[in-house]
């Protein structure tokens, strides 16, 4: 088995090929002892305590195959399990729409029955003692004795239900009859005879009629009571089982760890024997090549749209060729910039002042075909006239980066915008850049500032290197900076610099003064 069959160790040997590739252009003297196979078998050099690499290959091919072995059991029980869930889910599904549909609605309706013959019986007695508005009040209760049964009958119902359900319609045409018969006497002064229809009549019959529709409501709370005991029955018996499977899967999880923290291990100790080709050295200068190519592309792009329009439209090429240098220009001032902040160790440089209203203003000009491009309007606000402690191609660089970042990641958003901002505070200048895209996730936090971390919309162009480069450029000028929800519902990133004193412009060197 190579490694190529399996993700971990395909990923150590690119590693390492890579690197080894870099490391070659930077120090070819030792490029002769680079690796170049992709099997383990092939890696040496000769370190003394160095494990066999023929040894280390074995180790690695165990534990793929225990990882494999654990990774398909895994897969069987989360099928598995997922299969017990559905057929649990079908039996739940069945007694809970058994309760809500039919015996819940049932209990309901034919409590309401019983509580209205209960009413209209008190009304009838009411209506005769001489009320004349409780005659009203009676046919309101036989109307919504009627209507209730009728809803009764347009439940589902099965066999007993339905005998129980036959009996009550057929007791209460008598009971409504006696009532009547009972307001007939009332109205023609015969008080004694309707009070005797009550007792005789009414009364009992209203006592069957309930004692019927009791029944009813008794059938439906055992129903109601014997689907929810399965409902109980049948979660018990799948929560064991689930916390069966679970902790299957936990054992076979540990056991597929284990594997890999020795593929990992065996992986980490064939890198060791390249040290001499993975200094860290190397691998900074590596990462600040990859910053400097996305920092210039940005502003190369403006000089590319300027060459379009010169091809396509002649007649601007006066304008669009001033737009050409300036975006150059900026190029200039972020390279500048970038290797005076590399050369001095990744300290700002002593007495070094950039003018905020001009770099800024600039530079959203230069970034205004940028915008038009994802059909976005880029706003300035009024800005202090002051100055930061930092050269113009670093704020160039962190400016760039932020507005050019807001743009690409608007998203589908109707209100298409990004503003820029900055105001004195404390002797510092707060910078604010706020877009009305869809925002950061929550999960990404602080993370969007790492290398390589990039926003939810990877349509966007990018590495994912451009809010690093902002990170370590305001922190190593001394300065502070976040990202939090904007007012508009988009992302709005921030950043703190010192503001540089009168006295800095005189001392700083000459290619870093602005206008």
Known sequence: MSTSDFPILSWASETCRMRLSASSFLFSANASQACTSSRVSRWYLPVPGVVDPVSVENTMTTSIRVLAVAFVAVVAAYFGAMLLVQRSVRVIDTDAARISRDAAPDIRVISNLRAELREMHARVIEAIEGDDEARDEVEESRRSVDSLLAQAGALPTDEREAVLLGKLRSALPAFEQAAERALEQARAGHRDRARQTVRRELRPLGDAASLVAQDLVDYNVVVAESAAQRIEAVRYRGSRIAWQLATLCALLAAVAAFATVRVMRQVQRVQQQHNALMQRKAEELEE????????????????????????????????????????????????????????????????????????????????????????????????????????????????????????????????????????????????EVEDTGPGIPAQLGTRIFEPYIRGPDTGAPGLGLGLATVKRLVESHRGSLGVRAGARGGALFWFELDEASAADDASQPEHLRTA
């Open 288 to 431: 600040f090549a990859a910053r400097v190519a996305h920092d210039i592309l940005s502003p190369l792009s403006s000089v590319s749209m300027a060459l379009s329009v010169i091809q396509r439209h002649p007649g601007q090429s006066r304008e669009a060729l001033d737009r050409a240098h300036a975006s150059l220009s900026r190029v200039r001032g972020i390279v500048d910039g970038l290797f005076e902040f590399a050369r001095a160790g990744a300290a700002p440089e002593a007495g070094a002042r950039t003018e905020v209203r001009a770099v800024a203003t600039g530079l959203v000009e230069e970034l205004r075909p940028f915008a038009a491009q994802r059909q976005a309007i880029l706003r300035i606000d009024d800005l202090p006239d002051c100055a930061v402690a930092c050269s113009p191609g670093v704020l160039l660089s962190v400016l760039g980066n932020l507005l050019r970042n807001g743009l690409k990641y608007l998203g589908k958003a109707e209100t298409r915008q990004v503003l820029l901002r900055a105001r004195r505070r404390r002797g510092r200048v707060l910078f």
